[in-house]
């Protein structure tokens, strides 16, 4: 269960930030829940298999630069989805903040009190992110880049390092989170239903299907050495396990941290590959870990809101069997929940410190929009 709190004014919120040691996390504020946490790209998908249920944001992406890429300078050009997101065009980066205050403002901002009484802030805790913006200069698709380039995996593999070496202790917890993840969608590490019998020779002694192993028994067991053989022999894919990254001779003598890194990597790139194999069945992608596009200063409003963006997982690919174009896309789960309540009275306080539409988008039309505001509001004091 995520844990929710419940604030109604901005004293009680900046006492939760500071006593729960949130400085550690990043924001994100909607004035209404939606769906959870989903990019512009995916909200209008509803799961079905029709294609027009849903953006192809690759095509809308590649129209777009065509008709601009005569105006815009190299750097727009190299970080063209942060250009699209800027401007309005849906692709599948969320939008978050380092600041905690801005966060609160777009909780409140816009507000429709006939949907709900609470807006929400999601927070995530920076550990679980992994910046991988060097990677998406080609503007690519880091899914399909993942599973295909033997040079991305090994990128994502160095930056799994970095990402856990200040946290070497959460490596087991963050392995068995994807194990949980194959269990919640009912699958073994090949792919297969977990729930389907075994097909047994009548030869097959009961004690040795007894001994068999499956991936949910590594759950909670701590034992890496023992789950980086089982990988090695059960991965289909062996470019997986036997390409460098993996691979290691005699690996009994390298560390759990170093063994466990590659687990997590393993486990990973299959669970993705196993979602690329089989597009028609829908797996739920909680991996635990998020990653995160940060191009420069490209714009103000990026600046003024303390912006950065999360990369959310996404795969259109048509099926094979019905020829319907299908959309897969990572799950992103907050580690906390902030409900907001007397969202137009913390707006007036926010503007008193100086979190309002001017500050926070800063172009001429926000700026009339924010005197209009200050103006509106003398007027009912």
Do not use: W
């Amino acid at each position: 269960m995520i844990k929710e709190y419940i604030i109604p004014n901005i004293s009680i919120y900046l006492d939760l930030i500071r006593t729960n040691d949130f400085h550690n996390y990043i924001f994100r504020g909607q004035n209404e829940a939606y769906n959870g946490i989903q990019a512009s790209g995916f909200r209008s998908y509803s799961g079905s298999a029709e294609a027009s249920k849903y953006y192809d944001i690759e095509e809308m992406k590649k129209q777009f630069y065509s008709k601009v890429v005569r105006k815009i300078s190299e750097e727009e050009k190299q970080y063209f989805l942060a250009f699209c997101q800027h401007h309005g065009l849906p692709t599948n980066l969320v939008d978050f903040t380092t600041s905690p205050l801005v966060a609160l403002f777009f909780a409140c901002y816009g507000k429709d009190q006939l949907t709900s009484n609470e807006a929400e802030i999601y927070l995530i805790n920076k550990k679980k992110l992994i910046d991988i913006t060097p990677l998406l200069l080609q503007n690519e698709n880091f899914f399909e880049l993942l599973i295909q380039t033997k040079d991305a995996q090994l990128k994502l593999f160095s930056n799994l390092r970095k990402m856990f070496a200040n946290q070497a202790h959460d490596l087991p917890n963050y392995i068995n989170k994807l194990i949980e993840c194959y269990e919640l969608n009912n699958i073994d590490i090949d792919g297969e239903e977990l729930t389907e019998s075994v097909d047994l020779d009548e030869e097959f002694l009961e004690d040795d299907y007894d001994n068999l192993k499956k991936l949910t028994d590594f759950k909670g067991k701590n034992d890496v050495i023992e789950l980086y053989y089982f990988l090695a022999n059960e991965i289909y894919d062996e470019n997986i396990t036997h390409g460098e990254v993996y691979h290691l001779n005699n690996a009994e003598y390298y560390s759990n941290e170093e063994l466990g890194i590659r687990v997590f990597f393993a486990l990973l790139i299959n669970l993705l590959q196993l979602q690329y194999r089989n597009i028609d069945k829908p797996l739920k992608l909680d991996l635990n870990v998020y990653f995160t596009y940060q191009p420069p200063d490209l714009f103000d409003r990026i600046i003024n809101q303390k912006g950065m963006f999360i990369y959310q997982l996404y795969l259109s690919k048509t099926d094979e069997h019905n020829k319907h174009r299908m959309l897969r896309f990572q799950s992103i789960q907050p580690d906390f929940i902030i409900k907001i309540q007397n969202h137009q009275a913390i707006l007036n306080e926010l503007n008193l410190l100086g979190i309002n539409i001017e500050s926070i988008y800063g172009d001429f039309d926000n700026i009339a929009k924010s005197i209009k505001f200050n103006q509106q509001y003398t007027l009912n004091s």
